[in-house]
């Protein structure tokens, strides 16, 4: 049902055979938005409350509302993906009970930021085999969780615990030929290029100040990035740091 | 002759329209590589000197050298494009004597790197119609100059003098068919996204600083970004005003 919905009238619609077909790249780590149904309705949406009362207890654990979260991809390999989830938010819940969740790929700023600061609204949403994804991605894959790993990370606000989720990729839907994963690496190459542009005409303050954000610029790439990448930044440092003794 | 052999053995050749097949909106600015041939050889590559020496007075003008720049292009309409230009760089003299010059897009970082630390080998380049382009291009396009405007502008470190060069799109060559021209509007709201969700467990000081870089973040997107990227940038900064009345 839904997929002859989306398979009607989108010209670009297209099962895809693995994440390297949406130009994915095995190591790197992707900027997406991922699509749960939520385990209790309650906590999510209060206006939902009064009809969550009247279902039936076997259909008690969702009341039909979704959730929608920017969450940080790992690409495993073409058939599997890594999530690094914060323990008590929506997604690791809903991930945890359902199994099955659904990584959309997108560029729109407005998913990103609706998404990060309320909920999005029911019009965002469509469902394919019962699993919510958002309409306007340019392409999304379903994922079935293989399995998870409870750890404590340490960090200067004190100790967090973490699920890793390791996923296997079960189907992968092309919605706009021009679908791009969003991959932070080559903007972090963008930006200390344009510092190292001005770091010589800049004050000590102001250099202090640019080589701090090339040296978080370089966390970011070896973060998420391409190896080429992470070579660009090892060479912009290597060159600061020949001309600008006193930086390191 | 360079056109067959684009063609030859690459499926993904193909002539477009103009600039919004390649993806490029209306009053965005995008990071690309501008190649164009030196006017003047000497100035270039020394190792050239004495070959060029050696030119008849008519062929003087160039020693067949070439250039590439990371140049942001601002899309002014589906055929049109406008660069600021600082004087006195290798871009804005050839574009001056030439007239032709041709726009790269790519996102290899080893290419945008190199172009600005140094200056890429002659195994990166091709010609087509005589200009030079880059051979790992996925897209590019040829330029003719409309108009040079000369203007002064005041910075914090004095005056400089630049070009504002308008020049009109002539053809479009697709080499990839998942060309995209890199803007770093996108970028700028996740990167803002990042920020606020730490800005509240943040300690002062910290907070200033992520503020600061929304702040930023602001200033790129007003400069490249889309009227959406616009839009989510103006609701995350309201939505921080709110909470913290005491950043402004």
């Not at 010209?11 to 991922?34: C, F, H, R, V, W």
């Not at 009341?63 to 323990?87: D, H, R, T």
């Not at 004190?158 to 969003?182: F, Y």
């Not at 991959?183 to 770091?199: C, M």
Request: charge should be negative; aromatic fraction near 8%; glycine fraction near 4%.
């Amino acid at each position: 049902m839904p997929e002859n919905h989306l398979n009607n009238g989108n010209p670009n619609y297209k099962k895809l055979n693995d994440l390297y077909s949406i130009q994915m790249a095995k190591g790197q780590l992707y900027e997406t938005i991922i699509t749960t149904k939520n385990v209790n309705g309650f906590e999510k949406n209060l206006g939902n409350l009064k009809e969550s009362d009247n279902l039936k207890s076997d259909d008690n654990d969702t009341n039909g509302s979704v959730n929608a979260a920017p969450i940080g991809v790992l690409c495993k390999n073409s058939k599997q993906i890594v999530l690094y989830l914060y323990e008590g938010t929506h997604t690791v819940n809903n991930i945890h009970h359902h199994d099955y969740f659904i990584v959309n790929i997108t560029q729109n700023p407005i998913i990103f930021t609706k998404s990060t600061l309320e909920d999005l609204s029911d019009e965002y949403f469509e469902y394919y085999h019962e699993i919510p994804f958002l309409k306007d991605a340019d392409a999304f894959f379903v994922c079935q969780v293989n399995k998870i790993k409870e750890i404590t990370k340490n960090n200067d606000l004190g100790s967090s615990k973490m699920s890793i989720v390791t996923a296997d990729v079960e189907e992968v839907v092309q919605l706009n030929s021009h679908a791009i994963p969003l991959n932070r690496g080559i903007y972090a190459v963008i930006e200390s290029l344009i510092h190292y542009t001005r770091i010589e005409l800049a004050d000590n303050e102001t250099r202090t100040s640019y080589w701090a954000r090339i040296n978080e610029m370089n966390r970011v790439v070896k973060k998420v990035g391409s190896l080429q990448e992470k070579e660009a930044l090892e060479e912009i440092i290597k060159e600061i740091k020949e001309n600008f003794k006193d930086l390191n």
